[in-house]
């Protein structure tokens, strides 16, 4: 599985992490498990044709030490379609800015 990983946490940060994605994403399936929704204006093509797999998101999941995030866009309601499938180029890059964002918001040093 393709990830995005920020490791090598401090305590402290993952206090913080743990305070603000309780916060801002409380949709959250599994203690620790994230759902981070994609912009709809980032849907690939296949993507905005299927309405009935909508919303999008990347899961997050946020340990002791690490954070770490899958590069593959899910939909909760199927576990296989033609749209759920690995991000692309542009997705990804919105992901990375995502989480890098918080770190910095968070004065979080990775």
């Avoid at 393709?2 to 959250?28: A, G, S, T």
């Amino acid at each position: 599985m393709k990830q995005y990983v920020i490791d090598e946490l401090r305590f402290e940060d993952y206090d913080k992490l743990k305070l603000y994605l309780d916060k801002h994403l409380n949709d959250r399936s599994f203690d620790g498990v994230y759902w981070i929704p994609l912009e709809s204006e980032l849907f690939s093509e296949v993507q905005a044709e299927h309405k009935d797999c909508q919303p999008y998101f990347f899961a997050l999941e946020l340990e002791q030490h690490r954070i770490s995030c899958e590069l593959l866009v899910r939909t909760k309601g199927k576990i296989r379609c033609d749209c759920i499938c690995h991000a692309n180029e542009i997705q990804r890059n919105w992901l990375i800015d995502y989480m890098d964002a918080i770190l910095e918001k968070l004065e979080i040093i990775a």
